[in-house]
């Protein structure tokens, strides 16, 4: 007897519809799968044996054939436990097989006949939702995560007795409430503060334009001025995302495995700090199954990079393409996997090997400092918005109070976020970061000051093409946080001052 089970596998970020064909024959009894799977798939065999017979239920002594169709299609992973045990009750008529085909069905079982949680429900839920297909059938524990597409009725079982229940016309399962506003960010109690800086009031400016318009931003310095202190409060001054934006990072995350078994929807945005002995693959994704990497899973997020010298040069240089396009395209064995990376860039680095450039105390030889820059090249740096030097406070300002917190600069970026978001409305577009040549002068209006000021430092040859665009970007970031609607002479020499920093000319020169 013919058996059809539906689930799906795990392509990139998507799902594809894969159907399990079970096939029942006379003669020695026998258990294949086919149809590309990996050794988990194969290993599947053993483990929806077991389960069957530990559930109470028939194991068919006959020739069993199950078929992964499409057979092009590469599978991976043990979510196709589960499907596969569906079509073997289905084919040997322990459940009805008009009911299996009613449902899509997702995830591992362990050999007592218990349901495990799997990575990518997220996508596969949507993937049920787009094939019209009427309800998943899944683990209880990936319950809520699948609940947030909706439209779509979600059955979690916690046995493969309590699927076969749901599968024979039985009560399907409540689910709790799921929350689908991703506004709540948290106590912000719990995140670092900008309140636990003394001194560097240059650079706090310069983070909040950062955050104000989702600039990239470079911080240089000596050892332990603050840099990586600075960086990591950037999260607590950004806005919440939205619920679309929480959709996103939280499907790349539960693809990735990220996310903790019975978690949801993921509030708060990412903060990723890869160490600097990050390979390529692991840095912008790939693999010979090509998944996400430290700037995909930053989507909607920060991307920090620490000690930013000490990567290696093809780690950086491959973060070209994902920093320009907001994308990055994987290509293994003629197939193409596009993941999304619209992070926000934010790096540290010491001026030289040592650390002390500029300082008696350095002991870096000329041949130390070019190889140092050599490491941070033109074209990356030339894609960074804001290039701060940070100077060692003061021995008075260790001591003196906070020069501000975290919620007063959040609510000045709030607001600079909404203008950017009322004037971009219908483009498509969230932030000045993102405008291109095109908004750039439609939106962007300079005075004739500003304009002779930047056409002054193209002429000189500190900007490149690209560098003229974002400054202007910048400039428009710093006039939404002074209310203005158009962009005055002090905004462009301000966006200029934080680009052109005679510490990192070496390197972009490189």
Same mark, same amino acid.
């Given at each position: 007897?013919?058996?059809?089970?539906?689930?799906?596998?795990?392509?990139?970020?998507?799902?594809?519809?894969?159907?399990?064909?079970?096939?029942?024959?006379?003669?020695?009894?026998?258990?294949?799968?086919?149809?590309?799977?990996?050794?988990?798939?194969?290993?599947?065999?053993?483990?929806?044996?077991?389960?069957?017979?530990?559930?109470?239920?028939?194991?068919?002594?006959?020739?069993?054939?199950?078929?992964?169709?499409?057979?092009?299609?590469?599978?991976?992973?043990?979510?196709?436990?589960?499907?596969?045990?569906?079509?073997?009750?289905?084919?040997?008529?322990?459940?009805?097989?008009?009911?299996?085909?009613?449902?899509?069905?997702?995830?591992?079982?362990?050999?007592?006949?218990?349901?495990?949680?799997?990575?990518?429900?997220?996508?596969?839920?949507?993937?049920?939702?787009?094939?019209?297909?009427?309800?998943?059938?899944?683990?209880?524990?990936?319950?809520?995560?699948?609940?947030?597409?909706?439209?779509?009725?979600?059955?979690?079982?916690?046995?493969?007795?309590?699927?076969?229940?749901?599968?024979?016309?039985?009560?399907?399962?409540?689910?709790?409430?799921?929350?689908?506003?991703?506004?709540?960010?948290?106590?912000?109690?719990?995140?670092?503060?900008?309140?636990?800086?003394?001194?560097?009031?240059?650079?706090?400016?310069?983070?909040?334009?950062?955050?104000?318009?989702?600039?990239?931003?470079?911080?240089?310095?000596?050892?332990?001025?603050?840099?990586?202190?600075?960086?990591?409060?950037?999260?607590?001054?950004?806005?919440?995302?939205?619920?679309?934006?929480?959709?996103?990072?939280?499907?790349?995350?539960?693809?990735?495995?990220?996310?903790?078994?019975?978690?949801?929807?993921?509030?708060?945005?990412?903060?990723?700090?890869?160490?600097?002995?990050?390979?390529?693959?692991?840095?912008?994704?790939?693999?010979?199954?090509?998944?996400?990497?430290?700037?995909?899973?930053?989507?909607?997020?920060?991307?920090?990079?620490?000690?930013?010298?000490?990567?290696?040069?093809?780690?950086?240089?491959? *973060?070209?393409? /994902? =920093?320009? @396009?907001? $994308?990055?395209?994987? !290509?293994?064995? +003629? %197939?193409?996997?596009?993941?999304?990376?619209?992070?926000?860039?934010?790096?540290?680095?010491?001026?030289?090997?040592?650390?002390?450039?500029?300082?008696?105390?350095?002991?870096?030889?000329?041949?130390?400092?070019?190889?140092?820059?050599?490491? *941070?090249?033109? /074209? =990356?740096? @030339?894609? $960074?918005?804001?290039? !701060?030097?940070? +100077? %060692?406070?003061?021995?008075?300002?260790?001591?003196?109070?906070?020069?501000?917190?975290?919620?007063?600069?959040?609510?000045?970026?709030?607001?600079?976020?909404?203008?950017?978001?009322?004037?971009?409305?219908?483009?498509?577009?969230?932030?000045?970061?993102?405008?291109?040549?095109?908004?750039?002068?439609?939106?962007?209006?300079?005075?004739?000051?500003?304009?002779?000021?930047?056409?002054?430092?193209?002429?000189?040859?500190?900007?490149?093409?690209?560098?003229?665009?974002?400054?202007?970007?910048?400039?428009?970031?710093?006039?939404?946080?002074?209310?203005?609607?158009?962009?005055?002479?002090?905004?462009?020499?301000?966006?200029?001052?934080?680009?052109?920093?005679?510490?990192?000319?070496?390197?972009?020169?490189?």
């Amino acid at each position: 007897m013919l058996a059809r089970a539906t689930t799906f596998a795990i392509d990139g970020l998507a799902s594809r519809r894969v159907t399990v064909e079970v096939d029942l024959r006379s003669g020695l009894p026998a258990f294949t799968i086919v149809g590309r799977g990996d050794a988990a798939v194969r290993e599947s065999r053993e483990r929806v044996h077991a389960a069957l017979l530990n559930s109470g239920f028939a194991f068919p002594q006959r020739r069993i054939t199950v078929n992964l169709a499409p057979a092009h299609l590469r599978k991976v992973g043990p979510g196709f436990d589960l499907a596969t045990a569906c079509g073997l009750l289905a084919a040997s008529e322990q459940v009805p097989a008009r009911n299996v085909d009613r449902w899509a069905v997702f995830g591992e079982l362990s050999l007592s006949g218990e349901l495990r949680h799997c990575r990518g429900v997220l996508a596969v839920a949507h993937g049920a939702r787009r094939a019209g297909i009427e309800g998943l059938i899944l683990p209880r524990v990936c319950a809520r995560e699948a609940a947030l597409v909706e439209g779509l009725v979600v059955a979690g079982a916690s046995t493969l007795v309590e699927v076969a229940s749901i599968l024979r016309g039985g009560r399907v399962p409540d689910l709790p409430p799921v929350d689908l506003t991703a506004a709540d960010q948290g106590d912000p109690d719990e995140q670092p503060d900008l309140s636990d800086l003394r001194g560097h009031a240059s650079p706090i400016r310069a983070l909040t334009i950062a955050a104000a318009g989702a600039h990239n931003l470079l911080l240089s310095g000596p050892p332990g001025t603050g840099k990586t202190m600075l960086a990591r409060r950037l999260p607590s001054i950004l806005p919440p995302l939205t619920r679309a934006e929480a959709i996103d990072v939280t499907g790349i995350h539960s693809v990735a495995g990220q996310l903790p078994e019975g978690g949801s929807l993921v509030r708060r945005r990412p903060l990723r700090a890869p160490h600097h002995t990050i390979s390529s693959s692991g840095l912008v994704g790939g693999g010979t199954l090509p998944s996400p990497g430290e700037a995909s899973l930053a989507h909607h997020g920060v991307l920090f990079l620490d000690e930013l010298s000490e990567f290696s040069r093809s780690a950086l240089e491959a *973060l070209r393409q /994902p =920093l320009e @396009d907001g $994308v990055v395209a994987i !290509v293994r064995g +003629q %197939r193409t996997v596009t993941f999304p990376t619209r992070f926000q860039l934010v790096a540290s680095t010491n001026p030289c090997p040592c650390g002390m450039a500029g300082s008696p105390r350095c002991r870096c030889s000329e041949g130390d400092m070019s190889r140092h820059r050599r490491k *941070l090249s033109g /074209p =990356l740096l @030339d894609r $960074v918005d804001l290039l !701060v030097h940070m +100077q %060692r406070p003061r021995a008075d300002e260790l001591g003196a109070s906070a020069l501000t917190t975290s919620q007063d600069v959040r609510a000045a970026v709030f607001e600079a976020r909404e203008r950017q978001a009322a004037r971009l409305r219908g483009t498509g577009l969230l932030t000045n970061a993102a405008l291109t040549p095109r908004h750039i002068r439609d939106l962007v209006h300079v005075d004739a000051c500003g304009m002779s000021c930047l056409q002054r430092s193209y002429e000189r040859g500190d900007l490149s093409a690209r560098g003229h665009q974002r400054v202007l970007r910048v400039a428009r970031t710093i006039a939404d946080l002074a209310g203005s609607d158009g962009v005055a002479a002090s905004h462009i020499n301000e966006a200029l001052g934080l680009r052109q920093h005679d510490i990192l000319e070496g390197a972009l020169a490189a």
